[in-house]
């Protein structure tokens, strides 16, 4: 019965993707994120919802009349260029073939969807949908994991669907996802709404305790800092902040607390060990492959492990990690950029990092003194917090494929390019009224004269 409910519902969201393409996007995110198949229990297991959706969004966006042409910012071309050099990486990978076919069919779909979201969200009411979409699909999950683990004080472990990974990964995504749900609750008109996603984003905060995850933890307290540091009324932010920690630390387990008490004693960590060895093999693969890297996922390769073995003590710089054991995810962004897709991948990684912050602050500043736009700052200020806890957990996880990442950044550059639409179309309405009183101005001065 859930099956065929589900299938009901999809199917009545078509005509609305057929009649304007970018409902579609919002329809692809949204599916993408919700994974309905973790939820159905019989023949609509199979289907994939997520293809069908790219599929209506793509037909649906050659039809529609109302699409503009991309536009090209920083961050665009460096996608573009991203994406060239993950093929080039794929092309010539010494990777598992499996694996890097896996890896690079997501990218590829993220990728689409990127080009895809700047064709054709263009407006306030495109760019809210675009939030409303990400906090549906990803807050179901953290809402009702959240409220298990909240139920039982801290006896659930967190279950993620299968398509975000593990807990590591899931935490991260919840943490991205917090920042917008507030933002929904400060423009939101109705009252239950504000309310509800307010609550949303303390359910979901306890599902990412929840998750023992160290990194997400890093990252969260990452943000915390932040958010206490960008607040003008600092004492009650965090006196807000002490009291709802207190309350999720009476949640937790001792495991829970022995796991994070490890933070303060890396060194010792044979977990963290094995991060800081996995790190050195992913830099000496890029060393010995700066063009190209290894291809995606490669030190996880138990053939380029061996072979590259003899070389893992060649780089001193690195802390001593003892007897190196078997292949390891490169548990960074950072690293598994650099020994994917070599120097030049991981330059383009860290200019798309940086060009976000950078659109954040040029949204903030073209927003300045006009009313207008504030909730275009909010939502840029906001977001910036969900981007310092994947920057800052990501050192400690492997999300460079994260596809909420690159939905989140792109959004950002789709903000930028609205707030300077509007700033730009207020100047060319402004500046010639202005021209013509100081032309009145001064022709009525001269008949005094």
């Known amino acids: 019965m859930r099956d065929l409910a589900f299938i009901v519902l999809f199917i009545s969201m078509l005509p609305a993707v057929f009649k304007r393409a970018a409902t579609g996007v919002m329809l692809w995110i949204w599916v993408a994120l919700v994974s309905p198949n973790a939820y159905v229990y019989s023949f609509a297991r199979g289907i994939s919802f997520n293809k069908f959706a790219a599929i209506a969004t793509l037909i649906a966006l050659f039809f529609d009349k109302t699409k503009r042409k991309p536009y090209f910012d920083t961050h665009v071309i460096l996608l573009i260029l991203f994406f060239i050099q993950l093929s080039v990486s794929y092309f010539f990978a010494i990777s598992a073939e499996a694996r890097n076919d896996e890896i690079y069919d997501r990218v590829s779909k993220i990728f689409t969807l990127a080009i895809v979201l700047v064709s054709l969200i263009s407006t306030r009411l495109g760019i809210h949908g675009i939030v409303l979409a990400i906090c549906l699909g990803l807050g179901i999950h953290g809402t009702l994991e959240g409220l298990r683990y909240m139920a039982t004080a801290g006896g659930h472990k967190i279950e993620p669907p299968a398509n975000f990974g593990d807990n590591n990964y899931f935490a991260v995504a919840l943490m991205m996802l917090a920042p ?49 540091l960008q607040s003008k009324n600092k004492i009650p932010v965090l006196l807000a902040v002490c009291l709802i920690g207190a309350a999720g630390l009476s949640l937790t387990t001792d495991e829970w607390r022995t796991r994070m008490g490890t933070i303060n004693t890396a060194e010792e960590d044979g977990s963290f060990m094995g991060r800081v060895a996995a790190w050195k093999m992913n830099t000496v693969i890029a060393f010995d492959r700066p063009l190209t890297g290894g291809g995606f996922g490669v030190s996880v390769d138990p053939r380029v492990h061996d072979a590259y073995r003899s070389r893992f003590n060649s780089f001193s710089f690195f802390m001593d990690t003892g007897t190196l054991g078997g292949p390891l995810e490169a548990h960074s962004i950072y690293f598994q950029a650099f020994g994917d897709t070599g120097f030049i991948g991981l330059g383009l990684f860290l200019g798309l990092l940086v060009t976000a912050y950078a659109n954040i602050r040029a949204i903030n500043r073209m927003a300045k003194g ?13 977001m910036r917090l969900g981007l310092i806890a994947y920057s800052v957990s990501g050192a400690l996880l492997s999300l460079t494929y994260f596809e909420t990442y690159y939905v989140y950044i792109t959004l950002i550059s789709v903000l930028r390019d609205f707030v300077q639409r509007q700033t730009k179309k207020v100047e060319e309405t402004v500046q010639p009224a202005i021209s013509r009183s100081r032309m009145l101005a001064q022709q009525a001065a001269a008949r005094v004269g």
């Open 180 to 228: 917008l749900l507030w933002y929904l609750s400060a423009y939101s008109k109705q009252q239950i709404v504000r309310i509800s996603t307010r609550l949303a984003v303390g359910i979901n905060i306890a599902a990412v305790v929840g998750s023992g995850s160290r990194g997400a933890m890093t990252g969260l307290a990452s943000v915390v800092l932040v958010l206490i």
């Open 370 to 382: 006009r009313p207008e736009l504030a909730w275009a700052s909010d939502l840029a200020t906001w």
